[in-house]
Structures are given as structure tokens and as C-alpha cells.
């Protein structure tokens, strides 16, 4: 699937924004050695086995960054049923999701995605705060469920 300049700079913004950019090796909240964008450090990369305090340049930064983006979108195109029929905006805040969540928990919001498929934006919203996610993210839950709702 194809997207508009405009719509990925705006989930590159966005996401950047909520999960921050960090130049060096750090261990996330559950201790995963991560680095850029919110990437998770995977045995093949480069950086494996480097240890927190290890730098990257930012073109590396946005090189794991673009494969991140394509990644998550790709996973949202060929996981959820309904995608291709969202509005943008819905598709923006489930692909924010969706990187902050990865595909596997974000299925598991069953009811938001019942309410999602009926265009129920309210209802969906309502399901999305209703969640460990929200508790744990919260600033970032409410801003997006937030949005949700006012589609």
C-alpha cells in the first residue's frame, strides 16, 4: 500500500515525538537494549551485544527508523482486516500504536478493533483506554484515543 509524503512525515513526527531519540544503547522500561527511535535491539544488528552507552549517528538512527516505520505498516497492512478502509487519521493512531505495542498486543484489542471496523470512533476510543497500554502510556493513550474520538 501506498502512502502520502504528508501522512508519513506526520507518523514519523509523531512517533518520534512519543518514543524519543536516543543516539546510544539504552535499556528500555523492561530492560531490552534498545537505541534511535524506540528500536529494539535484534540479533541482527549491528549494535547486538554492543552495551548501553554504545553510539549511532543519526543516519543510522534513521535508517533503523525508516525500517521500523515500513515495518509497522506492513504488519498493520497484512493484520488487520480493515485497515485499508480507515480514514488516515485512524490509521495514523493505530500505527502509532502499533509501534509502541508491536502487532501481536495491539491484536489483542479486540473490542476497539470491533468498534474501529464499524466506525465507531467514540466506542473505539472508550476500548483503547480501557487497557494496560493506556495506564502504562498514559500522556501518549489519552492524546491519541483523545483524537480518536474527535474524528
Same mark, same amino acid.
Given at each position: 500500500?501506498?502512502?502520502?509524503?504528508?501522512?508519513m512525515?506526520?507518523?514519523k513526527?509523531e /512517533?518520534?515525538?512519543?518514543?524519543?531519540?536516543?543516539?546510544?544503547?539504552?535499556? $528500555?522500561?523492561?530492560g531490552?537494549?534498545?537505541?534511535?527511535?524506540?528500536?529494539?535491539?535484534?540479533?541482527?544488528d549491528?549494535?547486538?551485544?554492543?552495551?548501553?552507552?554504545?553510539?549511532?549517528t543519526?543516519?543510522r538512527?534513521?535508517?533503523?527508523?525508516?525500517?521500523?516505520?515500513?515495518?509497522?505498516?506492513? $504488519?498493520?497492512?497484512g493484520?488487520?482486516?480493515?485497515?485499508?478502509?480507515?480514514p488516515?487519521?485512524?490509521?495514523?493512531i493505530?500505527a502509532?500504536?502499533?509501534?509502541?505495542?508491536?502487532?501481536?498486543?495491539?491484536k489483542?484489542?479486540k473490542m476497539?478493533?470491533?468498534?474501529l471496523?464499524?466506525g465507531?470512533? /467514540?466506542?473505539?476510543?472508550?476500548?483503547?483506554?480501557d487497557s494496560?497500554?493506556a495506564?502504562?502510556?498514559?500522556?501518549?493513550?489519552h492524546?491519541?484515543?483523545?483524537?480518536?474520538?474527535?474524528?
Open positions: 500500500m501506498e502512502y502520502s509524503n504528508e501522512f512525515v506526520r507518523l513526527d /512517533v518520534s515525538a512519543d518514543e524519543g531519540v536516543v543516539l546510544e544503547v539504552y535499556l $528500555d522500561h523492561l531490552y537494549p534498545t537505541v534511535g527511535v524506540g528500536h529494539l535491539i535484534l540479533e541482527s549491528p549494535e547486538y551485544g554492543e552495551g548501553t552507552g554504545f553510539k549511532i543519526q543516519t538512527c534513521d535508517e533503523l527508523f525508516y525500517q521500523d516505520i515500513r515495518n509497522v505498516l506492513n $504488519d498493520c497492512e493484520h488487520l482486516s480493515e485497515w485499508s478502509t480507515y488516515e487519521e485512524v490509521k495514523l493505530v502509532n500504536m502499533a509501534f509502541n505495542l508491536g502487532i501481536t498486543r495491539l489483542k484489542f476497539m478493533f470491533s468498534a471496523n464499524e465507531d470512533w /467514540v466506542e473505539a476510543s472508550k476500548q483503547g483506554l494496560k497500554w495506564k502504562q502510556v498514559y500522556n501518549r493513550a492524546r491519541l484515543m483523545d483524537r480518536l474520538r474527535s474524528i
